[in-house]
């Protein structure tokens, strides 16, 4: 008889998100009448920009001509679209060439099959609250232990909470491949110059690798802050940088993302040889997948275009007011909120006596908004709660009023 892989069997309860759209399905079937504002899933509510609308036509009229028409491109990306990322990267200050970038599907894709190229004796380290996707495809390749109390053995965890300013501790004992996550989801903050400093030094004197993604950085709206990893002197030694076009341009239902792995990166096999990572990477993509489809990939061309730029930046501007106007409506009914300045999300302390479900369960029932309880991100999550700023502006106006007058 066929056997499965029974590491499927350690995964705790369901995945985070298709849970909270279970009860709230089960809440609007019994209240059909309910207006339910949904800031819980980081899905975003504005239209594709117009000169990302008109590259997909374009390339889509493009592939109606047999002159014109494409096929299976390059597995990695075209090189139209290597090159403004690598340019773009280079306008942030990180030294990133085309021919290191790997287009793709998505983040959680990249960031869930990145480790299927390291092996299961790996040290993984991750923070604490997390995004999920991290912990679970380590659990399901087997790198980790069973789960007990929230927490499963053999993984590393590393707190960032506000007692630590949310800036994830060094390891105390000796972790092979760290994820990090800035602007980070949940919490919304941002890691400093000099912890990544610290983090990559780290790296280097332990041969570990930093898996780093950085999603939501086209959201950060201080000046001078790290937009990528590779800013960081060494970097290029320690690190894969993951980013995602879905929350910047609204890619969500379109689907691009891109993955830079250097070519200075290495690691060891099991002869204790050092080999590149670019090169493994590369393999696994060309022989597990096909590509991202041409008129999507001059959709994200048209992204870093001077016209896209500027629309994108708009839509940005529109998500960081929704961000600010619930981070002030919250604080100023007393609540204690972090985030929502350099990132979509705001985390919110529960109140007294209320854990984050409990939390989520009232103002499901009582508000009617729908937001993610940080339990489900782990242990450190509980007595947290996390609000997406990707609304539209009079919902969101709106269920703040709500949330303040409940709690």
């Not at 991750?126 to 996707?133: A, F, G, L, N, S």
Request: hydrophobic share 40%.
């Amino acid at each position: 008889m066929a056997k499965i892989n029974s590491n499927y069997q350690k995964l705790q309860a369901g995945y985070l998100f298709p849970e909270i759209g279970r009860r709230v399905r089960a809440f609007a079937a019994a209240n059909p009448e309910a207006k339910i504002i949904r800031l819980g899933i980081g899905d975003v509510v504005l239209p594709l920009p117009e000169p990302i609308v008109q590259a997909i036509k374009d390339a889509s009229d493009e592939m109606g001509a047999r002159e014109s028409f494409r096929g299976y491109g390059p597995e990695q990306g075209y090189d139209f679209l290597l090159s403004a990322i690598a340019d773009h990267y280079k306008s942030q200050g990180a030294a990133v060439e085309a021919d290191e970038v790997f287009v793709s599907d998505g983040s959680k894709c990249d960031t869930a099959n990145i480790q299927e190229i390291f092996g299961l004796d790996n040290v993984i380290a991750v923070t604490d609250p997390v995004y999920p996707v991290y912990v679970d495809t380590n659990v399901m390749a087997g790198r980790t232990g069973e789960a007990k109390d929230g927490r499963y053995g053999k993984l590393v965890y590393l707190p960032t909470t506000a007692e630590n300013g949310f800036e994830p501790a060094l390891p105390t004992v000796k972790a092979d491949i760290v994820y990090l996550c800035s602007p980070n989801n949940p919490t919304g903050a941002l890691m400093s110059r000099a912890s990544l400093e610290k983090w990559v030094k780290y790296a280097k004197e332990n041969e570990a690798i930093l898996l780093y993604d950085a999603a939501y950085e086209a959201f950060i709206q201080e000046p001078g802050q790290v937009h990528s990893i590779f800013e960081i002197p060494g970097a290029r030694e320690v690190a894969i940088e993951f980013r995602s076009l879905s929350k910047t341009a609204g890619f969500t239902g379109v689907r691009c993302a891109y993955t830079v792995v250097p070519k200075d990166l290495k690691a060891r096999n099991d002869q204790g040889e050092l080999v590149g990572v670019h090169g493994l990477w590369l393999r696994r993509q060309t022989t597990k997948f096909n590509g991202v489809s041409y008129p999507i990939q001059k959709a994200a061309e048209a992204v870093f275009s001077p016209a896209g730029k500027k629309a994108v930046a708009d839509n940005i501007a529109y998500y960081m007011e929704n961000a600010r106007i619930i981070r002030e409506g919250l604080a100023a009914a007393g609540l204690t909120v972090y985030g929502g300045v350099n990132a979509p999300y705001i985390w919110l302390k529960t109140p007294a006596g209320l854990g984050s479900w409990d939390l989520f369960d009232k103002l499901l029932n009582e508000a009617h908004v729908v937001g993610t309880p940080g339990a489900g991100f782990g242990t450190c999550g509980e007595g947290y709660f996390r609000l997406s700023a990707f609304g539209i502006r009079e919902n969101v106006v709106e269920a703040v009023a709500r949330i303040t007058k409940i709690l």
